[in-house]
């Protein structure tokens, strides 16, 4: 058996598919330990995969069949070894899942139109399943942790590649930035603070809800659920946001503070721990009426800095850049998949590689427009630091890409070392169904 990546969850089915699975009569194809897996699990999960554009050659309810045995030898000595995910886990990945799928849909009416039930409703059936997931994830990768490899072992495993099965590595490009965001006016920030007190006196003396105040005044997209963040954890938000929810007492408004993003007012719901349940309302100011010219300016003004060799491009990021993500580590855009800084072109957004790809290594672009991930309107200037073209993989190149994979490789066959072993100690009773053949592994 090779090394199972266990499928997505039922979760992400669409509801209708649900309903439609509900309505058959279930049987039950497996017992795995105190584990079942019934004929609507392979259904969910082989209409999930169809969905998504995998296509059957024939084999994928098999193939499912097998991914399901594999989740449920998990879930079942995940309970034998007593391993728990705590319910704040729970609720915060539900969290992220329902915003996640009302963000794709574009409103919660939708959502609420789409799945047939409310957020509230919907929340409540995920739970268990969130639950199970997460015990599945942490199952698993407690069975490969601390696996380490050495240098020697990479260049062993390196030698027993097939170089020619592999073939060339696409062309791949490292990347800087610096972004400039352009300013917001002086007297419309000052309106929004003004506004913002005022929110927070009919709350504080008038009795007002915060959550309807959000609903009718707050500019960001939590407005209209009240101005709801669900729970926020330590390093999600930027700094200044968590210093004042952190600083707050349950049932406590924030006076009003200012982020990146605007003007705030915050009310903290709940306190567990570290996990703190809050609301906020924002107000947007509107940016200077020259803001574009002003940015641009400051980047000129930045790029005459590094032409007279008084900053490095990376210095200059580090100094001056507005991007939080990317500035500590001197404008690195990285591989939003892997994280690695090389990133082959294919993977480039395509902004952003019509900008790049007839640069040369050590140009730098002259002031671009640039959309930041909350929609905001920006400018950078991109530094083209090295480039890869198509090559076979070498270690003296490739040492990085080559020894995740030996790791893998190395964590697949400790994987599969327990999937041998559980076989052996945990019940496992698979009933005659078409993929008996496909599954006698299991049982021999």
Not at 179 to 205: C, G, M, T, Y
Not at 392 to 418: G, H, T, V
């Amino acid at each position: 058996m090779s090394f199972r990546i266990l499928l997505s969850l039922i979760l992400f089915l669409p509801i209708s598919q649900l309903r439609a699975q509900e309505e058959i009569v279930d049987r039950i194809l497996a017992v795995i330990g105190e584990e079942i897996i019934l004929q609507s699990d392979v259904d969910n999960q082989y209409a999930y995969l169809q969905i998504n554009g995998k296509k059957d050659e024939g084999n994928m309810r098999c193939e499912v069949m097998d991914q399901l045995i594999v989740s449920k030898l998990l879930l079942d000595k995940a309970r034998q070894d007593s391993i728990v995910v705590s319910d704040e886990q729970v609720d915060s990945e539900v969290e992220r899942r329902i915003q996640y799928f009302i963000g794709q849909m574009g409103s919660e009416a939708q959502f609420v139109n789409t799945y047939g039930k409310s957020v509230a409703q919907f929340r409540l059936d995920i739970w268990e399943d969130i639950q199970k997931e997460l015990l599945i994830d942490q199952m698993q990768n407690i069975l490969i942790s601390g696996q380490t490899i050495t240098p020697r072992e990479v260049k062993q495993f390196f030698k027993g590649m097939n170089i020619d099965s592999v073939g060339f590595l696409p062309a791949e490009m490292q990347l800087n930035h610096i972004v400039v965001v352009p300013p917001f006016d002086k007297n419309s920030k000052e309106e929004a603070k003004a506004a913002l007190r005022d929110i927070r006196k009919q709350i504080i003396e008038d009795g007002k809800d915060f959550g309807f105040m959000a609903i009718d005044h707050s500019d960001g997209p939590s407005g209209p659920r009240g101005g709801s963040l669900g729970e926020v954890y330590r390093g999600r938000m930027v700094p200044e946001f968590e210093e004042v929810i952190y600083s707050l007492r349950e049932g406590e408004v924030s006076d009003v503070f200012e982020t990146e993003f605007g003007f705030h007012i915050a009310k903290v719901h709940k306190i567990k721990g570290q996990v703190i349940e809050c609301s906020h309302i924002l107000k947007i100011p509107r940016r200077s009426a020259n803001a574009d010219s002003i940015a641009m300016d400051s980047l000129r003004k930045i790029l005459a800095l590094i032409s007279s060799d008084s900053l490095t491009f990376e210095q200059a990021a580090i100094r001056y850049s507005q991007d939080r993500a990317t500035k500590d580590c001197g404008g690195c855009i990285s591989d939003p998949r892997t994280g690695e800084l090389r990133i082959p072109l294919d993977q480039l957004d395509s902004d952003l590689y019509f900008k790049v790809e007839d640069m040369k290594v050590g140009q730098i672009s002259e002031p671009l427009e640039l959309s930041l991930p909350d929609g905001t309107n920006a400018f950078h200037v991109i530094y083209v630091k090295r480039k890869i073209p198509p090559h076979r993989p070498s270690l003296e190149n490739d040492y990085k890409k080559i020894q995740k994979a030996a790791l893998q490789y190395k964590q697949a066959e400790k994987f599969e070392e327990w999937l041998e072993s559980a076989k052996k100690n945990i019940y496992i009773d698979i009933k005659p169904n078409v993929c008996s053949n496909a599954l006698k592994s299991w049982i021999e």
